[in-house]
């Protein structure tokens, strides 16, 4: 993942944190300001990765700074955060442990900057 990140920072900012629902530390780290929120849900929606990055895209077009992607529990998550979620989205309909569906969407986003900036990795 954190291979995936490096790339990433090529081309922005991204910070990976994990969080404990239970310590005061998490619910203080759950406090979005104007970022978009994104759930990964199994039941969300589905995109190509030429879709996740018109995404992506138009977020940054449209002066979206902040954009957070949550990976909850295999309960889902609690109601008060999936009200804030602007948008759910599914890797797969596949269930894969949250240490690999972080791997995996790491390196869609970073899949996704190199399709908007014409590099070649994508292909």
Known sequence: MEDYAARVR??????????????????????????????????????????FAGWIQSCRDGGQRDLVFLCGAAEGFPEALAGRASLSISLSP??????????????????????????????
């Open 94 to 123: 596949l269930t894969f442990s949250h240490e690999l569906a972080r791997v995996m969407l790491v390196e869609q986003i970073y899949r996704a900057f190199a399709l908007l900036a014409g590099h070649p990795y994508p292909k």
């Open 10 to 51: 090529r081309y922005a900012e991204i910070a990976i944190r994990e969080l404990r629902p239970d310590s005061p530390a998490s619910r203080k780290g759950l406090e979005f300001g104007g970022a978009t929120v994104v759930l990964l849900d199994a039941g969300g929606k589905k995109f190509s990765s030429q879709q």
